[in-house]
DNA sequence: ATAATAACCTGAGGGC
DNA sequence: TGCCCTCAGGTTATTA
């Protein structure tokens, strides 16, 4: 579910609630996520709240000894609650704050983790590899260009490596190369310079331009404050085949790479 | 090293 | 209603 614009969505939604507050205690009812959640998460009592940081699709939450690491994976939400209430059967984590409220974490498929780490975050084993975030200067077309040099794998996929680039899931590699006019099906290293300028300019105005909206909401995604994302209506081509696309009227076309769904209109995009 | 695939898990929706 | 199949916003680990 989640990509870029709806973690950090997320991120501005939890926040406020949790700098500068107290984390009373961390109950845990389902520790089988991705990977088991650590004791030393449910450990945790009266630690301060430093910061609320992403890194990539990972959530980071800075306390004195060491950082909480949350990855939402496909179906996981976190939602900031006014007081503790009933937990429904996928409310996995729920973390106690000084103020009263609660921050639930939901996830159905447990394709999420939560981790422990009293290293430096960066250097975690999970995001040690991780290539630039879209939305900094290092994304640039000289650095996607460079990148993309003797790759055979297809554009689309490839834009989805988080070793090239981080953030940018099914959605959004579908919809950045549709506004960059490039279609799915170009091999990486045939890119030029110039398309890969087109590229990075999509991607980071498609992900900004989502999460000034909210994020993306198909089914499931909800912010802290349990609203949806409304980047939905400005989607051109994900989720639409068959439908007339909106800027040549030529019908959107779906076809799989990777095992995952791509869309693309063949008359836009080359 | 690169590239393709299998795996993790639950729920929704369609066809019969 | 129920059963079976496919699909779903992610990522790691394994295999070629």
């Not at 640039?140 to 040099?149: D, N």
């Not at 297809?154 to 099914?170: I, R």
């Not at 994020?215 to 068959?242: C, M, N, W």
Request: glycine share 8%; hydrophobic share 35%.
């Amino acid at each position: 579910m989640p990509e870029l614009p709806e973690v950090e969505t997320t991120r501005r939604g939890i926040a406020p609630h949790l700098a500068g507050h107290k984390i009373l205690s961390v109950s845990v009812r389902q520790a089988q996520l991705r990977w088991p959640v650590p004791t030393a998460i449910r450990r945790l009592k009266n630690q301060p709240v430093v910061s609320v940081s992403r890194r990539a699709k990972y959530l980071l939450i800075a306390l004195p000894k060491g950082h909480i690491i949350i990855h939402l994976g496909m179906s996981g939400t976190i939602r900031v609650l006014p007081k503790k209430l009933p937990a429904a059967k996928h409310d996995h984590v729920d973390v106690l704050l000084s103020s009263g409220k609660v921050l639930r974490y939901t996830d159905p498929r447990r394709f999420g983790c939560w981790l422990w780490t009293t290293d430096n975050p960066i250097h975690h084993r999970l995001l040690a590899g991780l290539g630039p975030e879209p939305l900094t200067a290092g994304f640039s077309a000289a650095y996607l260009c460079r990148q993309s040099r003797g790759k055979r794998t297809p554009v689309k996929p490839w834009l989805m490596d988080n070793k090239v680039v981080v953030g940018v899931g099914n959605i959004y590699a579908s919809e950045s190369l549709f506004r960059a006019g490039i279609s799915p099906k170009r091999r990486a290293r045939s890119l030029t310079l110039d398309e890969c300028q087109k590229l990075t300019v999509s991607v980071k105005k498609v992900l900004r331009q989502s999460i000034n909206h909210g994020g993306t909401t198909i089914s499931d995604f909800l912010s802290a404050e349990g609203r949806p994302g409304h980047f939905v209506q400005k989607l051109q081509v994900y989720d639409r085949a068959g439908e007339p696309c909106r800027v040549c009227g030529a019908p959107v076309k779906k076809l799989t790479q990777a095992q995952r769904s791509t869309f693309y209109c063949p008359r836009c995009q080359h």
